[in-house]
């Protein structure tokens, strides 16, 4: 696909040099009969594209965000810019625009061998305009320092243009023809004069339905299509739609573009015999897609069958099988093979049960596990009916299965083992989501889902069944079924979107088949899905495709094929909370402060959550999200929680404070004495801790609103080796304990003055006063060491602990910012936010890069080091509920930006698992595996 983006700039340069000679040389002379390009299409071609109208659709796609995106992301400095040139010309001549207006163009796809290739081709409008298009070429080639060599081929003159590229080029009866493949000019030259696409009664047939009022139309040859789908889509995709090649004979498709959507509609043609899989739905009427109520909103997509009469289709999806090899004997081979364990054959007591629903669900996955989270569900009419019928068949396969193996010890041995993973009657998986019981069923017949639905449904064996409200629910692992269990009985479900919700809107109201595809959940997976050409151009624009927010197919059975009906659309809203979200957590109120990853010393492998809410209650998260417990705290925490072992046992508690008290609490939510130790005075910054010697007498600093910082001991106690007497002014951040050539130095800062103090609270340096910008001070060990932080100006100053000091311009805005000092590999770096601009700058004030975000940064930046040892910085834009992750040359990470509203945390909730962001986003904890 990308050979042919390329060559196809110069054979548009080309059409537009010829298009305003055109134009300049149009006169009264004698016309051409009608003679339409598509009698140089070759009869095998699987797709062609028809614009009817080239300056309309010039001007379509020189605006707006979906094509400034589609110019990105086909990262083809090759085509766009070539449309943008022919438009210029176009521009230039207005007087010829009436001329212009009704020009045809045509592009094959086609193939030579096993490699794409593209015609292009239009009618002359007469004689004129026909000779005089070598000359036109002649001096574009000059113009370009390309050569132009020539050989003869029938009655025709075949030209070669050998420049960057080399095309291949004909001008013959009315015609001209350029592509990138000689074969494929020779063979369209010869189409000129044998029955061409025009003499086809099938194809007329549906070139007769095309919309007048269409920007352009696409025309498929099933037959022919699959090696160019093959091209283009991965087989992670191709397995979730019908066979292509099988689908229809034609199928023809008007498209209508808008600034932020594309819509397609138009008619799949039936092949001769009916042998088509549109056939299948010949008998049904469409109806209303409901499972969007049973799909979790974190889905990558769904591919749905509507179906209204399901004994109906069973008929004529077999009359569908029975044309095509050996498939319809496979499928009822199979179907014996399983109905001897139910009273009736399986599809007879099925009808008397089926919904007219029937949904594949690719859930959110990973490059780890490709196939996990993939569901098939079925809607059902009579759910214990149903599980009575299907867990009793599967109590007489293991029966049945455990007696034929008995002569075998070493399989019988196999089947105990998987016995004994179950529960006492070997086929049920007990467990209890929010409170209520549910079981999972091992099911032994592999590959029901595509015998009850067809092999649409192939992709999910089905290993595993469970029942839940209307829906019959299969699933590969036991934990995929326990996963969407929690997800659609917990709400978090598809039809909840907001963005989904407008998209819907666009869609028919009914139909019998619905595929959707949320091409921003599938970004962390493109590669998987497309072409590797097409995935690295998106990968590099992946702050451009996560615009785009999903692409819809539906389609309905009509007499001789079926309706279609496709859309594309960009996102309305920001990528919303539960998108993408691994889990998601409930507070009673929004988040109070950022989220933290802390320590559970009874497992140490798997980390646990802490978090406050506004209402200031304090919660303990497991690393599923499950609530483990939560308290009242007498008001906000300032600053970060300490987990400190202040029994000198092993065990963890944490540490913190409010306004008020300095608190300590165990894992299991109690106060350990001798706290909450009463301050004072009101705190004006979080508490700190230190332990000097390593040996567990920890120290706690806080500074209060009396000016003074205070120092507490493990009895909670002043410490009585602190003397610092001196009149602070308000301490806002943490004071911060640093060692360095054998000496300590306590070290905070106020308004106006960094304080440099040993133990005790003496001054070790006289330092020199300026406005502090209220940034945390950091440590930096450039030249002489020092505490680094701004002034209200923006000016990097150095307090070094000698008492000398430097500044250092950075030229950003003097308003209020943040600061934020860093190591980056070996490297001190500084990054300034102001307002939506971020930047990062070395430690000699040479700027790394500047960022503008889309709405004002309102968190303090934080550097995170990932796991794969890169540090990145993590920005937070509330207004618009989206969070960042840059690495050091600003590059977005990759899936980002996610949803969030709150300073976020990056850690791994499990040893060996990949690292997790947990973040707050409108009210709720969410939880995002970041790869």
Known sequence: MRKIILWSSIAVVVIAGALTAMLLLRQHNE???????????????????????IEAFLRKTQKGPLFDGIRKLADAGSLWPSLDSLAAILRRE????????????????????????????????????????????EKLALQKGAKISRKSYNDAEICTWNGHQTLYYAIHNGMFIIGDHLLSVEESLRQLTASSLLDDGQFMKLYRTISSSSDMNVFIQHEHIEPLFNKIMASEIRTFLPAVEQFANRTELDFTLKEEEIFMAGFSQDGVGDNSFVQSFAQQTPEKFTLDAAVPATALGFAGFCISDFAAFQSDYAGFLKKHSGAFYEREAALKSIDRFFPKPVMTLFNDVAGKNYALIMGMTSHSEPTANRLFVAEITDRKTTETLFITATEKYLAATEKSLTADKSKLQQLRAFQNKWSKDSARYELTLHGKPYVIHRFPFAGFPALLAGKTFASVQGNYVCFYDRYMIFGDRPDDVKQYLDEVITGRTLNKSGNFQQFNKQMLSKSSFFFFLNLRNMLPLVDRFLDASLAEAIKNHEDVA????????????????????????????????????????????PLAICPQIVVNHNDKANREILLQDTQNQLYLAGRDGALRWKIKLPGKLMGAVHQIDFLRNGKLQFLCNTSDYILLIDRNGAPVKPFPIKLKAPATNGVAVFDYERKRDYRFFVACADHKIYSYDRSGAPVSGWKFSGKTGTVSNPVRHISLDRKDYIVFADENRTWILDRQGNSRADTKPFAHSGNSLYLTTVAAPGMVTTDNKGVVNITHFDGQHTALELGVPARPHWFVAAIFGQRLLYIVAVDRKLWLFDAQGKKQFEHTFNSAITEKPTVYTLKSGEQEIGVVCGDKRQIYLLNEKGAVHRGFPLSGDTPFAIGGLSDGAPQCLITGSNGALLTYKVE
């Open 546 to 589: 996560r615009q785009f927010y999903g692409f819809g197919w539906q389609f309905s059975g009509a007499e001789g094929g079926a309706l279609n009906n496709m859309y594309v659309r960009m996102a309305s809203e920001p990528q919303e909370e539960a998108t993408a979200a691994l889990w998601q957590f409930k507070p009673d109120a």
């Open 94 to 137: 207005k007087a010829f625009e009436d001329i212009v207006g009704n020009r045809e163009l045509l592009a094959a796809i086609t193939f030579v061998g096993k490699e794409p290739c593209c015609l292009m081709s239009f009618s002359f409008h007469n004689r004129k305009e026909q000779a005089a298009m070598p000359e036109i070429i």
């Open 31 to 53: 016309e051409f009969s009608e003679n339409s390009a598509f009698k140089a299409v070759p009869l095998h071609t699987p797709l062609v594209i028809d614009i009817t109208d």
